[in-house]
């Protein structure tokens, strides 16, 4: 192996140390609440290493909000692709949202996806990030579901932003209420059918 590749190697171990620490802390503590010292602790790296590849604590909360969308975006369409139960689209976007609001009972993800990150980031940069992952899955299965005459013909990204954040506020509730907000976003969902 070749000098290059090692540098190349350790630059993304040392990188992927960074995020995982900091998501680790930041999912316990919070954005405001985490030091950069707390952070290459954690990782094991320096603070100059922290700041050879991110500029500061911001960017490297972004870094982490990107991974989280990803994550979350995969779960999702794992859980509208699974089961065969009641196939079809609407039912998709069913166990899709079903698949979000399990993800999201992860007390540090809620805080970092929903509270954190448009508080630090700005809803611009969210959103960004979200339409990278999470609102382009949502976008593709109602885009599916208009396609294959499920659901009424309405504009595909303005219904997809109201059904995120119909998710997103039902994410926040108590576990003991999650089961009533799941009946509601099933039957909202449902009629939407044609």
């Known amino acids: 192996m070749d000098v290059r590749r090692r540098q190349e190697d350790r630059r993304a171990a040392t990188r ?4 995982a620490a900091a998501r680790t802390l930041f999912a316990q503590k919070g954005y405001a609440a985490t030091s950069t010292p707390e952070i290459v602790k954690a990782a094991g790296v320096t603070r100059g290493a922290l700041y050879h590849h991110f500029a500061d ?13 990803a994550v979350l975006a995969l779960t999702i369409h794992q859980a509208a692709e699974g089961g065969e139960d009641e196939p079809g689209p ?11 609001l399990a993800a999201m ?16 980031l700005g ?3 969210v959103d960004e990030i979200d339409g990278r ?27 997809a932003h109201l059904l995120s954040a119909m998710f997103d506020r039902a994410a926040l509730v108590p576990a003991d209420e999650i089961n009533e907000y799941r009946k509601v976003m099933k039957a909202l969902i449902r009629g939407l059918k044609k």
């Open 105 to 120: 009972q992860d007390e540090g993800r809620r805080r970092m996806l929903i509270v954190d990150a448009p508080a630090v």
């Open 133 to 159: 992952h999470g609102l382009r899955t949502l976008v593709e299965g109602v885009d599916a579901a208009i396609e294959a005459g499920a659901i009424k013909e309405l504009p595909s990204l303005p219904l």
């Open 57 to 69: 604590k911001q960017a490297l909360f972004a870094a982490v909000v990107e991974e989280e969308h």
């Open 123 to 125: 809803r611009a940069t």
């Open 90 to 100: 609407v039912k998709a976007l069913i166990r899709g949202g079903d698949g979000f």
């Open 16 to 19: 992927r140390a960074l995020v």
